[in-house]
């Protein structure tokens, strides 16, 4: 059975003490919830001192970034091998990202492969804007981003690859997907074309979230689904409140599963 995960990414929120502060409630609330894999991923400024509060703590540190060069004249990145000691996951083509920040498929697939080569497991997200879902484009468009983004990868690797999908018109929004609509994708789309690209196995493997207004109100739904192996949280996972309840109810899911 695949391990279900709680991602909160925090995105452009928190200041350093703000950050501390959240990540120490999150280990004091959620430490023990050995069934789900908990990860935050709070601003690059914020990693250090998120990392130590939480070193020795079952909770897991990620990146919302990062370049796929590991040194050079790239003023303002952050390499993997920076990462390394401070995160164990890095957010990788976030719809953030690929709007506002020209992050294409190509630079998505470097990204990953230098992720991977460095030991950090990325969370690579997919998913289409409203415009594209509306003409039924959805399912040729999210196929075609899960291929480009593992070019080059194998089979095997697809344990250590996390795949989001995140429909850019459910982000943010307070209107999620459906949990059926949800599943349909994330099994339909993004699993079958991991398996279409590398075997039934691979698909079986890899681990893909949901993500876009997820809440402490339909996460247990949202997880009562097959194909999908839990959640990037966005708004949700800046309250401490709200983030436990989602990791405790996902918890429930999977222990009466
Ligand atoms: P919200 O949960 O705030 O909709 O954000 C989702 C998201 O973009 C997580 O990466």
Redesign the pocket.
């Known amino acids: 059975m695949r391990k279900p995960m709680m991602a909160g990414?925090w995105?452009m929120n928190k200041t350093i003490n703000e950050a501390v502060d959240l990540a120490r409630a999150i280990r004091e609330q959620v430490n023990d919830v050995d069934n789900v894999d908990r990860v935050v991923c709070p601003p690059f400024i914020d990693l250090p001192m998120v990392s130590s509060e939480l070193m020795g703590s079952n909770i897991a540190v990620g990146a919302q970034n990062m370049h796929w060069e590991a040194s050079g004249a790239f003023t303002g990145e952050i390499s993997a091998p920076m990462l390394k000691n401070l995160a164990t996951y890095v957010?990788l083509g976030?719809?953030?990202r690929r709007q506002f920040f020209c992050e294409s498929d190509e630079t998505v697939n470097k990204k990953a492969l230098a992720a991977l080569a460095a030991g950090l497991t990325p969370i690579i997200?997919v998913g289409e804007s409203l415009a594209q879902n509306e003409a039924g484009e959805t399912q040729a468009f999210v196929s075609g981003q899960v291929k480009a983004a593992l070019a080059g990868f194998t089979a095997e690797q697809m344990a250590d690859i996390v795949i989001?999908y995140?429909p850019i018109w459910?982000?943010?929004?307070g209107k999620a997907a459906t949990a059926q609509q949800a599943n349909d994708i994330c099994g339909g789309v993004v699993r079958q074309s991991v398996g279409e690209l590398l075997g039934d196995e691979a698909a079986a493997t890899i681990r893909i979230l949901y993500?876009?207004?997820?809440?402490d109100k339909n996460i247990r739904e949202i997880m009562e689904q097959p194909d999908i192996d839990g959640a990037?949280?966005?708004?949700?996972?800046l309250k401490v409140e709200s983030y436990a309840s989602m990791v405790q109810q996902t918890s429930e899911v999977y222990a009466a599963a």
């Open positions: 990414n995105k957010i976030h719809s953030e997200c989001a995140e459910a982000i943010g929004t993500g876009g207004s997820t809440n990037l949280i966005g708004g949700a996972a």
